[in-house]
C-alpha cells in the first residue's frame, strides 16, 4: 500500500484527454460504463506496475460526459481496495498549477509537490480518492489548488461511503482483459472500472472544455 513508486504510475496508468462539454443521454453511476458516453476519449497504451486484473490497479480508458449539471466520468481498470491513492487533476479553467507546488492537503498529498504536467496542463482542483475494498470504507476529498507554493483548501465528498456536495461513485472491480505488467492488454473493451458524477459547480462551472489527469499512486499514505 505505500509506495513510491509515483514516477513509474504516472507514466504506466495516467490518462489525459480533453473533456467537450456537451449535453448526452443519461448515465446510471454503478462502475458500468454506459452506452451513452460514446468514444473514449482515451485508450490506455502502457502496463501497469500496481498488479493486473482484478486483485491490482490499473487504468485502461476513460470516457466523459455532461448533462449540463455535472460531468460523468467514467474510467476503465480496477482500483485495489488497499487505500492507495487514485487521484484526478482537474484543469478547468485559467490558470492553475502546471507543477504541483503546495503546503498542504489532503491525505499527504503534498508529497506531490514538483510532480509536473504536460505543457497544456494547468491543475485547477484534484480528487484524491482511497477505499479498503467496499461501498463502506470509501473516502474522498476535492481539493483547490491555490497560487504556487501555498496550501489548499480542500472538503470532504466521501466519508465512510457517505456522499456530499452532490457527488456520486460507483466501482466495479472485475475486469480482466486490461493492462497488464507488461503492456495495455485489451484496454479498449474494459467496460467496467470507477465511474463519478462530479457537480460542474464544485470545479468552477466551466463552460469550454475540461482536462482531466487521473493515475494509482501509492506514494501518500495514511487513510
Known amino acids: 500500500m505505500k ?3 509515483l514516477a513509474t504510475l504516472c507514466v504506466a496508468l495516467g490518462l489525459a484527454s480533453f473533456l467537450n462539454l456537451s449535453a448526452h443521454a443519461q448515465i446510471t453511476v454503478d462502475g458500468t460504463r454506459d452506452a451513452g458516453y460514446g468514444t473514449a476519449l482515451a485508450v490506455q497504451t502502457c502496463g501497469t506496475s500496481f498488479g493486473a486484473g482484478a ?3 490499473s487504468l485502461a480508458n476513460a470516457y466523459a460526459i455532461n448533462d449540463g449539471t455535472n460531468l460523468y466520468l467514467f474510467i476503465g481498470g480496477n482500483i485495489e481496495g488497499n487505500f492507495n491513492k487514485f487521484l484526478i487533476f482537474i484543469d478547468s479553467k485559467t490558470g492553475g498549477q ?8 489532503p491525505d499527504n498529498t503534498s508529497n506531490l509537490t514538483n510532480m509536473k504536467f504536460d505543457s497544456s496542463f494547468e491543475a485547477d482542483y484534484f480528487i484524491v480518492f482511497r477505499w479498503g475494498g467496499s461501498s463502506g470504507n470509501a473516502y474522498g476529498d476535492l481539493a483547490t489548488l491555490g497560487a504556487s507554493g501555498s496550501a489548499v483548501s480542500s472538503s470532504s465528498i466521501i466519508s465512510a461511503g457517505t456522499l456530499s456536495q452532490g457527488v456520486s461513485w460507483a466501482a466495479v472491480n472485475t475486469a480482466s482483459n486490461g493492462p497488464t505488467d507488461s503492456g495495455p492488454g485489451e484496454s479498449a473493451n ?6 463519478f458524477k462530479i457537480p460542474l459547480s464544485i470545479i468552477g462551472n466551466p463552460s469550454a ?15
Do not use: H, P, Y
Open 209 to 223: 472544455s475540461v482536462k482531466i489527469c487521473a493515475f494509482v499512486s501509492g506514494i501518500v499514505t495514511g487513510k
Open 98 to 105: 502546471n507543477t504541483l507546488n503546495f503546503t498542504s492537503g
Open 190 to 195: 474494459v467496460t467496467t472500472g470507477m465511474e
Open 3 to 5: 509506495s513510491t513508486r
Open 55 to 57: 486483485g491490482g490497479s
